[in-house]
């Protein structure tokens, strides 16, 4: 059973650890991050971009396919199924498509369209009983195709957003999507704390969680982050892990070129990631 955000994150604001959100690409994503988060004991978040899921054929195919693997998994701790950075428009069709939760990133509006657009949201949401996610400031780098330049958040648009009722909020910080370049400069933990001291206890989500250094991790839950993104890690340990049984060339022995042979050395490879993330983060032992 697929639920809301919203408990499992004030859960985890009260409680000082984060809750991740592990972005799903297909049934192997999606079946090693449910196997990590039940041996774990840990809620989790599945996310899913707007090119996943076009990708994966539609949202309604990802919400049966979720809902189906939940049951024949007898998964028993809290999962959301969550629209990752989407459009006004994709929001909505997740809304009816049957995920329990969205993000609607109108960071690239002004302030006042980005207002507008996600209280329309909010009033849908709440009568549904699903969670939402917003977005001030732009997260940099690139992940399917949504570009950000990485603006810090003016908090006291943060605040704005926040007042509107949504679920979490997502600022800018300094964070980026995909790999950390070498003269990153790090997180803005003043920016963080002007946030935190101006929306209170509201939920705060960091994406570009691949590649932050596990100290400025912790001092970020510490600063009221209960949601934290991870994407690019799990690909690239997927695939390093698939290179490795290619190079040794156990794709040739007997059927080993048999795709649920050829894809679980990847599979286990997400499994242990999201493991040490929830360990990390905080979240084991709190479904």
Same mark, same amino acid.
């Not at 809301?4 to 604001?13: D, F, N, P, R, T």
């Not at 409680?15 to 297909?26: L, P, R």
């Not at 493991?275 to 084991?284: D, N, R, T, W, Y």
């Given at each position: 059973?697929l639920v ?10 009260a ?12 049934l192997e994503w999606t ?6 988060? *039940?041996?774990?004991?840990?809620p ?18 990802v919400t049966?396919m ?11 701790v809290?999962?959301?199924l ?6 006004y428009?994709?929001?909505l ?9 969205i ?11 980005n207002?507008?657009?996600t209280?329309?949201?909010v009033a ?26 990485g603006?810090?958040a ?16 997502a600022?800018g910080?300094?964070?980026?999507h995909?790999?950390y ?6 997180l803005?933990?003043e920016?963080?704390?002007a946030? *935190? *001291? ?6 705060l989500?960091l994406?570009?969680g691949?590649?932050i ?11 009221g982050?209960?949601?934290i993104?991870v994407n690019?890690e ?8 698939t290179r ?7 794709d ?14 990847g ?5 242990e990631?999201v ?13």
């Open positions: 059973m809301s955000a919203k408990e499992m994150l004030e859960k985890a604001v409680g000082h650890y984060a809750v991740g959100q592990f972005n799903i690409n297909n079946k090693a991050s449910l196997q990590a988060a *039940q041996e774990c004991n840990s989790i978040i599945l996310g899913v971009s707007e090119g996943a899921g076009k990708y994966m054929c539609g949202y309604k195919t049966e979720v809902k189906a693997m939940i049951e024949a998994m007898e998964i028993t809290p999962v959301a969550h629209l990752d950075h989407g459009s428009e994709g929001s069709k997740c809304i009816e498509a049957g995920f329990s939760s993000m609607f990133d109108g960071s690239h509006y002004p302030i006042d369209e207002v507008e657009k209280k329309e949201l849908l949401c709440n009568e549904k009983g699903l969670s939402i996610e917003a977005e001030v400031g732009s997260i940099g780098g690139e992940e399917d195709g949504v570009v950000g330049k603006e810090v003016d908090p006291q648009e943060c605040k704005r957003i926040a007042d509107l009722g949504i679920t979490m909020l600022a910080i300094g964070n980026i995909g790999k370049p070498s003269n990153w400069e790090g803005s933990f920016t963080l704390d946030i *935190q *001291q101006l929306t209170g206890n509201m939920p989500v994406h570009g691949t590649g250094p596990d100290e400025m991790i912790k001092k970020a839950i510490d600063l982050v209960a949601k993104n690019t799990c690909q690239l340990t997927f695939a390093a892990a490795k049984y290619i190079e040794e060339g156990k040739l022995e007997g059927k080993g070129y048999d795709p649920r042979k050829l894809l679980l050395p599979t286990k490879a997400i499994v990631t493991k040490e993330k929830m360990e990390l983060f905080g979240s084991v032992n709190k479904a």
